[in-house]
């Protein structure tokens, strides 16, 4: 098949999935795999053959390699794509995600600043910073997890203007499709979303933060822990709503089953 047939199949099964009220017998990760085949056709096949006598460390790496290839096949459809046009046209490049493809740890933001536009990599301005910080403090490097938004491209703002605006929610339908390949493909242990919008974008709700952050909800049976965004903890410098986000970061690391200092237990970001 040429790479533009396997286009129309994929976007003709994705509309199937995202409009009808029955799901294509297709999972996403298996169109992944299919967008996949042109670069990856005889490690999926010989994969298949083989797992059977791997042992389950290699098949491990296995899996682990091909969480990469899937999410690069992704990251090329992403950098190609023009479903908002006003946003192919303004943006400088795709924002797609960072991280290790096998990560336990998944956080979820909302769109690209100025700053992630111009490099190219998420959460790497001034709330990214903070971001990489409450990591640290969490035992983590930021190759450890994995980092994406809601949107790949930043919302446009007029010329000449400062700041960000907040993604619309046509914009957040149209581009959560590819959040959902990139969360099957990872299938992390534990989803953290950051903020009102990265939560709407992600489940459709809308709620306050107040009823949101600090608890468990499910994403496709993956515990989600919702928590304020990076960017309202520098509007806001009150300790006690960093004190917050920090005991939902433990409330993390006790469901990853990582080891908690007494240090940790009493750090305040
Ligand atoms: N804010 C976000 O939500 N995402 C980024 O990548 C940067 C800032
Ligand atoms: N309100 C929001 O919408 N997001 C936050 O992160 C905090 C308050």
Redesign the pocket.
């Known amino acids: 098949m040429t790479q533009s047939a396997l286009d129309l199949v994929i976007a003709a099964l994705e509309r199937i999935r995202e409009k009808s009220d029955h799901e294509p017998r297709a999972s996403r990760t298996a169109l992944a795999r299919l967008q996949a085949a042109d670069l990856v056709t005889v490690s999926v096949v010989t994969t298949a053959a083989l797992s059977d006598c791997l042992s389950p460390t290699a098949r491990h790496l296995q899996a682990a390699g091909n969480k990469a290839d899937l999410l690069a096949a992704v990251r090329e459809r992403v950098g190609a794509c023009t479903r908002c046009a006003h946003l192919a046209c303004s943006r400088t490049q795709t ?1 797609f995600g960072v991280g290790n493809p096998n990560a336990d740890l998944m956080f979820i ?5 100025a700053d ?1 536009d111009q490099q190219g990599e ?2 790497v ?1 001034r ?2 910073q903070l971001l990489t910080r409450i990591l640290k403090a969490m035992n983590f490097a930021r190759e450890d997890v994995y980092i994406a ?1 809601i949107l790949k491209c930043r919302p446009d703002v007029p010329a000449g203007s400062f700041g960000n605006r907040p993604p619309t929610p046509a914009e957040m339908q149209t581009c959560r499709p590819y959040l959902v390949e990139q969360i099957e493909i990872i299938q992390p242990t534990v989803l953290v979303a ?1 903020g009102a919008v990265a939560v709407e974008g992600l489940l459709g709700t809308r709620a306050t933060m107040r009823e949101l952050r600090g608890r468990w909800h499910i994403y496709n049976s993956i515990p989600l822990m919702i928590t304020y ?1 990076p ?1 309202y903890l520098l509007r806001n410098q009150a300790p006690s709503e960093k004190r917050k986000v920090w005991e939902d970061m433990l409330q993390v690391l006790e469901r990853l089953d990582r080891p908690i200092s007494e240090r940790q237990r009493n750090y305040f970001l």
Do not use: K
């Open positions: 924002v933001g909302e769109a690209p600043g992630e998420p959460f301005g709330a990214g938004n950051l965004h960017a």
